[in-house]
């Protein structure tokens, strides 16, 4: 065996011991997980992953293309973990498992096509951008030279319309460093990628009202992918990569200054994802403690720390925009805010948020989810979209660029292709 | 060893995606909540309609394969738990609501539905099903008449059997049969819906049920009531019932109950509290005032130390919350709990938590217990604390045999599932048993419909 199959193996059965004792078989996370309401099995529900997982670090399972199945039909939302009475935490569970298959089987067929996919033909982007992230694949497909907002994908499995958010000019983390007075506080802007790459329009915002309420925007250059998508693939050694990097960029500006983060998942790895995965490296361990403690999601800074009447008093009066709330999983399930973003949001706004049904319900992308599960990613679209066309709102806000990359998709093929997706920082800039 | 041909002609039935026989799913249908019993089933098998149930049935008689029917899998006495092996025969895929009757206050289901989903679903229609076990948010309609479930508000409304008014279902031999039908009087025939209701799985699949439900309340108040002594609270409970008023939740804490939760969340016990009681009276919002007054009055003639009310829903919470800790705040004592479900008639509750102290004394081991005052259902929790002697298990059978001695029995809410078939015979009487035994030979010749369950083998 080699060490690294040895130490993926170690850690399975760490995490499962860790977990597993936790589970009482309920199955009250059956109820709440968005495969399991589209293929109802047990082995797709977080009990039966949970359960797997224990046999595999057990022995008593082989490690199978068929096992691993299960394990990668989840879109790592954290609904189950966050229904769960006695707090298992199944997405620990089966991203370790994840772990130990990689080490085991090699990176699942379909993901290295998309990684290969990547690597070839994007090379002028340079080894930085394209460290297996994401949203790559779909960024990268989307380069100038393409007009419409539909592409087909040239991908294995990948064989719908799918909308793709263009890639911008220059990414945004070239054109700002620091932004606002010197003599200003200042945060620590972690951009994430799809803000960075694509969707540019969100680090404007958030600039744009940072600077308004006379808060510096400090964006370290250094930063990069927070290693959500390599994770998502059980990529371990990516992962570790990543955070070092960003651990590091993060540091420089000092144990106090917030980390702003605008990405729902960017937010939840710098705060739990890290901390769960590289605690106990003896290298990085120490350096993490800082990080989780100074990361805030953009709304939760906003709420807490300048108050939301000072945030209405910033907007003023105005058109009134009719929205509802799309709430992240990472968001919501992981990082436990809701009050906060509907608050901004609502000021943003300068009217109340029309709630959906199911605002907690994921839209289905998953990182990758997408791509390799493509069917079912469009089943929880679409109900999601349906929901929040029944709301009545004209704008749909959220706080997660993926999120705002698998609404828009859907919004188009559903009742209201009128609607529009917006982050909640973006309303809000717009409404100063 | 299942024969090649049955897998392929299960195959053949259902297609690729609805049957399995691989490793990782004979696992993870290998369990239900219970926490000790588990037995791993050959196959497994997710059929989508009534036809495809008579057809597996038919095949697994043909076979002679043991089929076991499963809900939410949320059962605690491993009634899913293929203890005789074969396949597992998952309802998962009949989860729709069929209809829903406003006029006629009831509602067509599928046995998969999940029971909040059922209720959710007519309280936005200004309805309510009532029953409701602690495991509504995942257990399914089908497992709850399967095992007539229980809950907080039975004191009231009554358990699942009283909501059923008639069902589909497909006999272990695969004819499909129907009981009861959708009028509230019908006395056509035998009252076969009844039988069905709690058999657990031993006598048909469930397909389908007609089920009752009520306009909902148009308020709900709540409030808690504090005594000395057990004694006390019972007293105080017979004086509430002899008001007229019917509480929708009657529950109650006894002395160690109290003591733990007020040691993990300090909600405000004295140390004279003994017995805790927290009741809730629903109904049309004007008659509520007169409701809460009586039983402000009945706890004060007997002896309440502390009566609190609830005016608003963080209130309300609050009340509720002593409760809720129970589940967690026992864990301070001890990792290792014993647990058990009995019950017996209510005016024995006294009497029965005497017996249970003297058993605690006995075995020097910890007793707890809460639960449903108003219809005679007690949660026994035992546990040696936290010095790591084993549980005396004689202890248990102690227990439920105190509670046959008052006229209860071993099982209230939780079924007898694989776990108490041994302890039957405590309740039920030989000729009792062997009318039972009748019945299920004439329903299921081969006994192939869940093995192992409700009574012992032969
Ligand atoms: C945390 C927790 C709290 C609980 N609280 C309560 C409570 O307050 N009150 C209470 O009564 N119970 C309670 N239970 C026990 C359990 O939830 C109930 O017994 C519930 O009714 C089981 O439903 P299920 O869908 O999970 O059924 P399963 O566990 O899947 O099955 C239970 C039995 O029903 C049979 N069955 C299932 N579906 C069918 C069908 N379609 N046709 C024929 N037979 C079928 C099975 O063969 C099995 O014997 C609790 C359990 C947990 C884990
Ligand atoms: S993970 Fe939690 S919710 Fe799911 S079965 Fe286990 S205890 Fe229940
Ligand atoms: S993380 Fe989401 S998709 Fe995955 S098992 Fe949990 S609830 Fe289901």
Redesign the interface.
Known sequence: MTDEKKAALDNLKKVVKEELYKC?????C??VCPVFRET????YTA??KM??AE?LAEG???FTE??RE?LDNCLLCTGCAAQCGSEARADRVIMAARQAFAEELGLPAIKKAISFALTQGNAALGAEARVGALFQPLLFRGVPGDSGLYRRFAMPAVDERQYIPRLAAVPFRKRVKFAGKAEWPAVTFFTGCMTNYAMTEIGDSMVKVFNALEIAVRVPSEQGCCGMPMLISGDRAAVRKAAERNVRALAASGPEEPIIVVCASGGHMLRHGYHELFGDDPELGPLLEGIAARTMDVTEYLAARVGVERIAALVGEGPVLAVTWHDPCHLRKAQKLTREPRAVLAAAARSPVREMAHPEACCGLGGTYCLTHMDLSKRIQTRKIEDAAASGADCIATACPGCIMQLRDGVRRGPRPDMQVKHVIQILAEAL | MLKQEFKDRIEALVGKDRCSFAPEDLIIYSYDANAEKRAMPEGVVSPETTEEVAAILKLANEYEVPVVPRGGASGYTGGVVPVCGGMILAMDRFNRILEIDRDNFLVIVEPGVITRELQETVDKLGLMYPPDPASTAFSTIGGNIAENSGGLRAVKYGVTKNYVMGLEVVLPTGEVVRTGSKCIKDVVGYNLTELFVGSEGTLGVITKAVIRVVPKPEAVRTMTATFRTLEDAAEAVKAIFATGVRPSTLEFLDRISVEVVERAIHFGAKPEEGALLLIEVDGPDIALDGDVKHIEDACGKCGVITFRKARSDEEREELWKARRALSFAVCEISDQWEDDDISVPISRIPQMIRKLDEIAERHKIIIYNFGHYGDGNIHVGMTTGKDGRPFPMEAKDEVVQAAVSLEGRIAAEHGIGCVKVHNLHWNIDEPTLRMMRSFKKLLDPKGILNPGKVMPKE
Not at chain 1, 24 to 28: D, T, V
Not at chain 1, 40 to 43: K, L, V
């Open positions: 009482i078989r309920c199955g009250e059956r109820t109802p099995a047990e082995r009990r039966g359960q797997i046999a008593r399972l082989e068929h096992v299960a």
